[in-house]
């Protein structure tokens, strides 16, 4: 008996290890940059990336809304599509999760990052390609192209960042102290941590 068990216990460890099968469709509309309708109805969540969203509630669009559902569209409007399921199935709109490539293997979050039409999502566990996603994001932040062209997503130093609060931009500075209260990581840039830049990380 416990050997079989043993057995058994082996089998659902190379089962829960083995990657996610990929699987093709095709696709029948896009929403936006990162979302789309396949055409037996599923809506997919491009993982790994979030593009600009379209104005609601009477607001503009965001910038560089428009180009990067362009692009979603020009690579995979009514295309036959290979999708490869995240560890994470679902958000929480009920949307499948996946990372899509084109019918001859071109990974459409990777096209966004390198035009700069998209930002790196990181959701755990969905992180499989987060390091070379990373990598086309910093280079297109260098080379400052589509969404990184705009002077609100330069960089600015951490003193700064109390004039964007509510807003979003990259900062940079130099941590100086790291400390942990009730299951939060907090980061502290500068000495005084009520009032100078902190970052809170949640476990």
Known sequence: MPHRLGQLLLIILLLWTLPAQAQSSRVSHI??????????????RIIGIDTPE?????KPDEPFYAQAKALTKALLHKQKV???????????????????????????????????????????????????????EAQARKQGVGIWSRPAMRAITH????????G??????????VGRNRGRVYLNFGRNWKKDFTVVVEK
Do not use: C, S
Request: proline share 3%; no cysteine; charged share 30%.
């Open 168 to 177: 979003y931009r990259l900062v940079r500075g130099k941590v100086l102290k």
């Open 31 to 44: 929403y936006d940059g990162d979302t789309v309708k396949l055409a037996d109805g599923t809506r997919v």
């Open 82 to 136: 290979i999708l490869t399921p995240g560890t994470a199935r679902h958000d929480r709109h009920r949307r499948f999760l996946a990372y899509i490539e084109t019918a001859d293997g071109e990974d459409i979050g990777a096209a966004l990052l390198k035009k700069g039409l998209a930002l790196v999502f990181i959701f755990p566990p969905n992180i499989e390609r987060m390091n070379h996603y990373l990598q086309l």
């Open 54 to 58: 379209w104005g609601r509630d009477k």
């Open 159 to 166: 003193t700064q960042a109390h004039r964007h609060i509510g």
